[in-house]
């Protein structure tokens, strides 16, 4: 079995907001577009492809490298996160004999283990398939070949072995959809506070990632 999460970041750190700043600038300063204009295309690629920075590299001559630096490493992460005892309690628990713990995002490598890193949980993954912005065309979720790409990376015998976390903030319904169209076992995590969508992304919705054990009790230890 593979579990393959998102890096989960807290809600009431804005991590999400502080990036869809840095993101609008990006817009603004490289195609010289308006505030209101930056956020609307914004939106527009978001909903199409998942990340804005595949419909730059689509419409666009951007270097995707060059939108990493300028935004995902430009993130002031380290006044935003912090370790997270919980979440590693929950992850130490894991029976990594029974499933292998594997990180999927569509954020560049930087970003990933800078997340991972401050949230103090590094060391409990056995790897992280992610969008590679050195390579063109790019490829991320919600693409199948995004999720083929995980699966070859983490060994997954199949797509029935694939057990997909997704945090509401940090991926669209749309990415939700696809992975368990593919026939992965999807849990969206839509945290307190935050509104459920109007029609289910996945089979489990969950409100806090201690609602696992209750899901998949075979997958902890006694």
């Not at 951007?62 to 935003?80: C, G, M, Q, S, T």
């Not at 499933?99 to 954020?107: E, G, R, Y």
């Amino acid at each position: 079995m593979t579990a393959t999460l998102t890096p989960s970041t807290p809600t009431e750190a804005n991590v999400h907001d502080a990036m869809k700043v840095l993101i609008n600038k990006f817009f603004v300063t490289h195609l010289e577009l308006s505030p209101h204009e930056a956020t609307a295309l914004h939106a527009k690629y978001y909903k199409e492809y998942g990340l804005a920075i595949e419909g730059l590299t689509r419409h666009h001559t951007i270097d995707p490298l060059e939108f990493n630096r300028e935004v995902d490493d430009a993130l002031p992460l380290e006044k935003l996160l912090r370790p997270d005892p919980m979440l590693r309690e929950l992850l130490e628990s894991i029976d990594t004999t029974k499933v292998k713990l594997w990180l999927l995002t569509n954020a560049y490598i930087n970003h990933a283990k800078r997340v991972i890193k401050l949230l103090n949980v590094e060391d409990l993954f056995e790897g992280v398939t992610y969008c590679d912005y050195g390579h063109l065309p790019l490829v991320c979720k919600p693409r199948q070949e995004m999720y083929e790409k995980a699966e070859r990376e983490a060994g997954a015998p199949s797509t029935s072995h694939c057990y997909f976390v997704v945090d509401y903030a940090d991926d669209s319904h749309l990415n939700c959809k696809h992975a368990q169209a593919r026939g992965w076992t999807t849990a969206h995590l839509v945290e307190p506070g935050l509104p459920e969508p109007r029609i289910p992304a996945s089979r489990y919705l969950i409100r806090n990632l201690e609602e696992l054990r209750t899901i998949f009790p075979g997958f902890f230890k006694p």
